[in-house]
C-alpha cells in the first residue's frame, strides 16, 4: 500500500483520497488546539500561504490521544483554529495516531519514519512528516522543531520535479 491509497476523513465524515495530493510536497502533522505546541499553526500557516501555488499542502490531523488536548469535535477544531491562529489549510477527522486503533495514515507514517531510536510510536501533538512529490516519507521531525525550522527543507523538495 502507498500513502496515496490511503483514505482519510473530513470534519463531516467525506471521504477524502490522499491520492488528492498525488504530485504536492506534504506537510503532515498531528495536531491539539489546546496542546502548548499549538502556537505552531502560525508557521504552519505560514508555510502554506508561502508554498501552497509552488505546490506544498500542509495536512493536520488532530488527535485527542495526549493530555486530552484536543477536546473539540468536527467542525468545530477547524473554527478554533481559524479563530485563534488563522489556519485555512485542511484539518481532517480527529484521529488516533498511536495504539491499537491507530489509523492507516499514521501506520504508514511511523512504519515509514521512525522516531528517535527507532521507536515508531509517535509521543506527541505536533509530530511533522514531510513527504516528497512520489509519496516517499523523507522525513520525521519531533514536536520541538518548528515549522521555520522545516522550511529549507520544504523548498529543496519543492524545486525536485
Same mark, same amino acid.
Given at each position: 500500500?502507498?500513502? &496515496? =491509497? ?5 470534519? /463531516?465524515?467525506?471521504? %477524502? ?10 506537510? @503532515? ?8 505546541? $499549538?502556537?505552531?499553526? +502560525?508557521?504552519?500557516? /505560514?508555510?502554506?500561504?508561502? &508554498? $501552497?501555488?509552488?505546490? #506544498?499542502?500542509? #495536512? ?6 495526549? $493530555? ?8 468545530? %477544531? *477547524? ?13 481532517? *477527522?480527529? @484521529? =488516533? ?7 492507516? #495514515? &499514521?501506520?504508514?507514517?511511523? +512504519?515509514? $519514519? ?7 510510536? @509517535? ?6 512528516? #514531510? ?7 523523507? !522525513? /520525521? ?7 521555520? !525550522?522545516?522550511?529549507?527543507? %520544504? ?5 525536485? !520535479?
Amino acid at each position: 500500500m502507498t500513502l &496515496y =491509497d490511503i483514505q482519510v476523513k473530513s470534519p /463531516r465524515g467525506e471521504q %477524502i483520497q490522499l491520492s488528492n495530493y498525488e504530485g504536492k510536497v506534504m506537510l @503532515i502533522v498531528n495536531t491539539a488546539s489546546k496542546c502548548g505546541f $499549538a502556537p505552531q499553526f +502560525k508557521g504552519l500557516q /505560514r508555510l502554506h500561504e508561502t &508554498y $501552497a501555488k509552488q505546490g #506544498l499542502a500542509v #495536512l493536520g490531523f488532530p488527535s485527542n490521544q495526549f $493530555a486530552n488536548q484536543e477536546p473539540l469535535e468536527g467542525d468545530s %477544531i *477547524a473554527e478554533h483554529c481559524q479563530i485563534n491562529h488563522g489556519v485555512t489549510f485542511p484539518l481532517y *477527522a480527529k @484521529i =488516533d495516531v498511536k495504539g491499537s486503533n491507530i489509523h492507516p #495514515l &499514521y501506520q504508514h507514517l511511523t +512504519k515509514s $519514519a521512525p522516531g528517535f531510536l527507532g521507536l515508531k510510536s @509517535i509521543k506527541w501533538n505536533f509530530t511533522k512528516f #514531510l513527504v516528497d512529490r512520489n509519496g516517499k516519507v523523507v !522525513k /520525521r521531525f519531533s514536536p520541538t522543531v518548528t515549522p521555520e !525550522k522545516i522550511e529549507s527543507q %520544504i523548498q529543496k523538495l519543492l524545486q525536485q !520535479k
